[in-house]
């Protein structure tokens, strides 16, 4: 028997997660055609798509990356030795922050809060991550990064890499240009080779613009871009991501590792996905040459610029659900996380921490994640224990049922204990 409010949503919601923590959509929000692309490939006679292939990659998938980012890259030499197919870009950057932590202790530079990944990886081969905690400007709310602090930390603990992950996830920022060209500098003062994880690419919403790290002159070669199949077409169980780099050292170092645990990646996959890629390339095309004509002219839509503004305004909805419920929701330049501020709410429910308002929230039947656990140096954590990062990839469905529920809780058991204090 219920005995409290908490305890009544918590039956009331057992088996009813909603969940707002995990990176990935819950509905089809893939491009069709990629669907109909893959049943093409099952369903066709030519057995050479379901055998292995070129531990590189398939040629033409290769191709059409090598195509694409030579349109968006018209400065750099991209040829086909400068790309390599992995399974998932996890593997990218596994294979990438392998090759750069040559010696144990060798350090990688690390700018927090971060993808949890990275310094996993960075201890998995023997290496130290060192961070530079990036701080939330109060009058705007926007993360600054502090390239003082970035400076000091390469002259002092001189890193082999940094990690450059821009639009960022947790925060949704975008890195300017200027920003990154005084990144760039200093990669190239203190001889720091450059990770850059851009998975989010084609998501960065109006008026902010994604800038590719590697087009910067002289870059290229000192620096991995790292894509995503999950994050360009929504399949992330397709697991597929590639490498693209001017030093075609690494990525020998890379197929060196890759072929060590899956020879290459899965044929159909990569055929399927060449084959959106071409689509969605000629589409692209259209949309960029129709933006610099008439910016309010939407005629032929890319799945990604589609999908841009779709998510776009799914984050003006999760941010108004988020405020109507008393948390403080932050800016967010791109992608499909959003973080919020929980700090007044939790002390209305007598919570410590952000970790400690998550454990709350998940007893209601909602998921999200606490921004602590996005920390590549446990000192930092501290910093963002008021934070919680919430995943809006999620069908309008969700959203309204986060809405309703968020208000049952608000209406029930937040009212009540703050008719108690
Ligand atoms: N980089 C970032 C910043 C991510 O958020 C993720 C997944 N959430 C990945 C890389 C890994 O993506 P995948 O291995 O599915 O390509």
């Known amino acids: 028997m219920a005995d409290n409010m908490t305890d ?5 919601y057992k088996d009813n997660q909603l969940n707002f923590a995990l990176g990935q959509p819950d509905y089809p929000i893939y491009p069709k055609q990629i669907m109909q692309f893959m049943t093409e490939i ?11 292939t070129m531990d590189q990659g398939l040629p033409r998938l290769k191709s059409i990356l090598v195509k694409l980012y030579s349109h968006l890259m018209p400065t750099v030499n991209i040829g086909d030795e400068n790309l390599f197919v992995t399974t998932g870009s996890s593997a990218a ?8 932590v040559r010696e144990p202790g060798d350090r990688v530079l690390i700018l927090d809060p971060s993808y949890p990944y990275y310094s996993r990886i960075v201890r998995s081969v023997g290496g130290l991550s ?3 905690p990036m701080l939330v400007d109060p009058s705007t709310g926007r993360w600054l990064l502090d390239t003082d602090k970035v400076e000091r930390v390469m002259k002092s ?10 639009p960022h996830n947790p925060t949704g920022r975008v890195f300017s240009e200027s920003e990154l060209l005084c990144i760039a500098n200093l990669c190239k003062t203190y001889n720091v080779f450059a990770i850059c994880d851009e998975v989010y690419e084609w998501y960065v919403y109006q008026p902010n613009k994604h800038f590719r790290f590697a087009s910067i002159p002289g870059m290229f070669d000192r620096c991995v871009t790292i894509g995503s199949l999950s994050k360009w077409f929504h399949v992330t169980g397709w697991r597929l991501g590639w490498a693209l780099t001017g030093d075609t050292s690494l990525v020998n170092a890379i197929h060196e590792t890759h072929a060590c645990f899956c020879i290459s990646s899965s044929t159909p996959i990569q055929e399927a996905t060449a084959r959106m890629i071409e689509w969605e390339y000629e589409k692209l095309i259209v949309d960029h040459s129709v933006e610099k004509i008439d910016h309010a002219n939407q005629l032929s839509l890319s799945y990604w ?28 330049d791109s992608g499909y996380y959003i973080l919020a501020d929980c700090t007044e709410l939790s002390a209305k429910l007598n919570l410590q921490s952000g970790t400690a308002f998550v454990t709350w929230l998940s007893r209601q039947g909602i998921q999200c994640a606490p921004l602590a656990m996005f920390c590549a140096n446990n000192d930092d954590s501290q910093r963002y224990e ?36």
């Open 8 to 12: 009544l949503a918590d039956i009331f």
């Open 42 to 52: 099952i369903d066709s006679q030519n057995s050479r798509l379901h055998q292995y």
């Open 93 to 100: 950057l596994y294979c990438s922050i392998k090759a750069q």
């Open 130 to 132: 060192v961070s530079v």
């Open 157 to 166: 603990e001189k890193p082999c890499a940094i990690i450059i992950n821009t």
């Open 305 to 332: 610029t589609e999908t841009c503004h779709l998510l776009s305004e799914k984050h003006e909805k999760i941010a108004k659900i988020l405020t109507d419920f008393g948390l403080k929701p932050l800016p967010v």
């Open 386 to 421: 008021h934070m919680v990062r919430f995943c809006f990839i999620k069908s309008d469905e969700t959203l309204r049922k986060l809405s309703e529920r968020l208000d049952f809780i608000k209406r029930t058991i937040v009212s009540q204990v703050s008719n108690i204090q």
